[in-house]
């Protein structure tokens, strides 16, 4: 079973900046994408971004040019670097390991089949 920890959340203002952090073990050697997605309340999640075996990144149109995703493989640890965050940026962010054959914009909509626990981000304006 895939293990997460994840840090990094929390309040900051419009404009702001934060990273979150997620250290992951125990990963499925067939695995695909590791990624960021976020749910907000009473809204559908979100996949926010992923990145490929190869390190491609590949982002939503919502945050392409304020996040940035990287992953540290000598740590196990992925990232979501944020800038310029915005109200509608507050969620839950949870980073997910995305299993099987697709494309990257295919995985920002796939159900990742491991879910870390989330951690919260929230955007004041």
């Known amino acids: 079973q895939v293990q997460f920890v994840e840090s990094g959340g929390g309040s900051v203002q419009a404009g702001g900046s934060l990273r979150l952090s997620c250290v992951a073990s125990r990963l499925p050697n067939n695995f695909r994408y590791m990624g960021w997605f976020r749910q907000a309340p009473g809204k559908e999640r979100e996949g926010v971004a992923v990145i490929d075996n190869n390190d491609s990144t590949t982002y939503a149109d919502s945050v392409k040019g304020r996040f940035t995703i990287s992953r540290d493989n000598a740590k196990n640890t992925l990232y979501l670097q944020m800038e310029s965050l915005k109200p509608e940026d507050t969620a839950m962010y949870y980073c997910?390991?995305?299993?099987?054959?697709?494309?990257?914009?295919?995985?920002?909509?796939?159900?990742?089949?491991?879910w870390g626990q989330g951690t919260r981000v929230t955007v004041s304006s």
């Open positions: 997910v390991v995305i299993l099987g054959r697709m494309t990257p914009i295919q995985a920002l909509s796939a159900s990742p089949r491991f």
